[in-house]
């Protein structure tokens, strides 16, 4: 049976829209009770689809300390928005929407020696919370910030105010790309590393700490999926086993398509990272846009798994099993 952690939603009101970056707008929201929200929490909201259904969205929690009393979110509008930028981006203050309490997905491991927070672009948000709690509690810790442009990158002058010399910046536009391998060999040994950004970063992250054979317990990541490599369009899904055939639109996951025809598919994070909505491909005669973070590069390029909440077949037919 298809299973997500049931959130307990609220009704939240805008209280504030902040333009923080080209395209990236900061919301302020009143919460009911005002939930606490530790450091790398998120929020989901529900958004309406352009079939009429509902979506949920998951937006990191931006906590710099200023305003405790709220709860802010940063949504960076998407182009490809199949309807969460897009409606994030068309609130005004004093509308009200319906987000869950604080969920905790991305936790910060206390007592460590060290950590390094690397985030790129929207990623930033999660970091912001978990800068904050590290000064506070007087740990040693940096944070790198990538971004394609320093007009595009949210909160920047900001975070160099509040983390005086422990914020790096690299802007691709005027200082080339971050370079990961440099990065991570760089470490000392007893760093714990959290990353968030896109996919791209995730996957060259993980290659070097493998690469140099770095414990995997003090790796953490995580995203809220990815626009993906290839153009979004609609394909067709087919279930051999139960007879299931059905078409994923554009602006529809693979998951909530086969669920609509009447599938049971395991999921719970939506968001690419958890793998339980991961079953195994039959046959595809379409390019595969693997968009999560679950599967390695290696199972990638098998083409033989997808995880079904986010990724999917860049027009034409894929055939899976569903266990």
Same mark, same amino acid.
């Given at each position: 049976?298809?299973?997500?952690?049931?959130?307990?939603?609220?009704?939240?009101?805008?209280?504030?829209?902040?333009?923080?970056?080209?395209?990236?707008?900061?919301?302020?929201?009143?919460?009911?009770?005002?939930?606490?929200?530790?450091?790398?929490?998120?929020?989901?909201?529900?958004?309406?689809?352009? %079939?009429?259904?509902?979506? *949920? !969205?998951?937006?990191?929690?931006?906590? $710099? =300390? #200023?305003?405790?009393? +709220?709860?802010?979110? @940063?949504?960076?509008?998407?182009?490809?928005?199949?309807?969460?930028?897009?409606?994030?981006?068309?609130?005004?203050?004093?509308?009200?929407?319906?987000?869950?309490?604080?969920?905790?997905?991305?936790?910060?491991?206390?007592?460590?020696?060290?950590?390094?927070?690397?985030?790129?672009?929207?990623?930033?948000?999660?970091?912001?919370?978990?800068?904050?709690?590290?000064?506070?509690?007087?740990?040693?810790?940096?944070?790198?910030?990538?971004?394609?442009?320093?007009?595009?990158?949210?909160?920047?002058?900001?975070?160099?105010? %509040?983390?005086?010399?422990? *914020? !790096?910046?690299?802007?691709?536009?005027? $200082? =080339? #790309?971050?370079?990961? +391998?440099?990065?991570? @060999?760089?470490?000392?040994?007893?760093?714990?590393?959290?990353?968030?950004?896109?996919?791209?970063?995730?996957?060259?992250?993980?290659?070097?700490?493998?690469?140099?054979?770095?414990?995997?317990?003090?790796?953490?990541?995580?995203?809220?999926?990815?626009?993906?490599?290839?153009?979004?369009?609609?394909?067709?899904?087919?279930?051999?086993?139960?007879?299931?055939?059905?078409?994923?639109?554009?602006?529809?996951?693979?998951?909530?398509?086969?669920?609509?025809?009447?599938?049971?598919?395991?999921?719970?994070?939506?968001?690419?990272?958890?793998?339980?909505?991961?079953?195994?491909?039959?046959?595809?005669?379409?390019?595969?846009?693997?968009?999560?973070?679950?599967?390695?590069?290696?199972?990638?390029?098998?083409?033989?798994?997808?995880?079904?909440?986010?990724?999917?077949?860049?027009?034409?037919?894929?055939?899976?099993?569903?266990?």
């Amino acid at each position: 049976m298809a299973h997500r952690t049931a959130p307990v939603w609220e009704s939240a009101r805008v209280r504030r829209i902040t333009p923080v970056a080209a395209g990236i707008r900061h919301i302020l929201l009143d919460i009911p009770g005002n939930p606490p929200a530790p450091p790398g929490a998120h929020v989901d909201v529900l958004v309406p689809a352009s %079939d009429g259904s509902r979506l *949920v !969205r998951s937006y990191s929690v931006v906590d $710099d =300390g #200023r305003t405790p009393e +709220a709860c802010g979110i @940063a949504v960076r509008l998407d182009p490809r928005s199949r309807g969460g930028s897009a409606f994030m981006h068309g609130l005004r203050v004093g509308d009200g929407i319906t987000v869950s309490r604080p969920v905790q997905g991305f936790e910060l491991t206390p007592g460590r020696s060290r950590y390094m927070l690397l985030a790129a672009g929207i990623g930033i948000t999660p970091m912001i919370g978990m800068a904050h709690s590290l000064k506070h509690s007087n740990a040693e810790y940096r944070l790198v910030y990538a971004g394609r442009t320093r007009t595009a990158m949210a909160f920047v002058d900001q975070l160099l105010d %509040d983390h005086l010399g422990r *914020v !790096r910046i690299v802007a691709g536009d005027e $200082d =080339g #790309r971050l370079d990961c +391998a440099t990065l991570v @060999a760089d470490l000392p040994d007893d760093t714990e590393l959290y990353v968030c950004g896109p996919p791209a970063l995730l996957a060259a992250v993980q290659y070097e700490w493998l690469r140099v054979s770095r414990p995997a317990s003090l790796l953490r990541f995580e995203t809220f999926g990815s626009g993906g490599t290839l153009p979004t369009l609609p394909f067709e899904i087919r279930v051999p086993r139960t007879g299931l055939r059905t078409t994923v639109p554009a602006d529809s996951s693979a998951l909530q398509a086969l669920e609509r025809a009447g599938g049971d598919v395991m999921f719970d994070c939506l968001r690419g990272e958890c793998g339980l909505c991961a079953v195994p491909i039959l046959a595809a005669d379409g390019p595969i846009d693997h968009r999560d973070v679950f599967l390695s590069p290696r199972q990638k390029a098998r083409g033989d798994e997808i995880c079904l909440c986010v990724s999917r077949l860049a027009g034409g037919t894929l055939t899976v099993d569903l266990p």
